[in-house]
């Protein structure tokens, strides 16, 4: 479930600008679970650029994913309990 501080109240449709507030929160600890993965993964020795390379690819990369999947999944189905809930007031 979306954290109350990020989503909308529930007869409201989630649009971009919302979920990329929602997106920028949570695709983070995303990001961080990629980080995590290919830091323990790594064999060779890592210089400081290949960690600063590999933080800012792994923040876009889980913030990338999480739009789209919760574009895909979660938004989607938010907006249509919205327009539900808004047809069950009028």
Known sequence: ???????????????????????????SVVGALFLLAIVVGATETLTVGDIVT???FCMLLGWLLFFVFYKMTFAYFWNRRARRLRQHQE
């Open 1 to 27: 479930m979306a954290c109350p501080v990020f989503a909308p109240p529930k007869d409201q449709d989630m649009d971009n600008l919302m979920l990329l507030r929602l997106t920028l929160g949570c695709g």
């Open 54 to 56: 590999f933080i800012i």
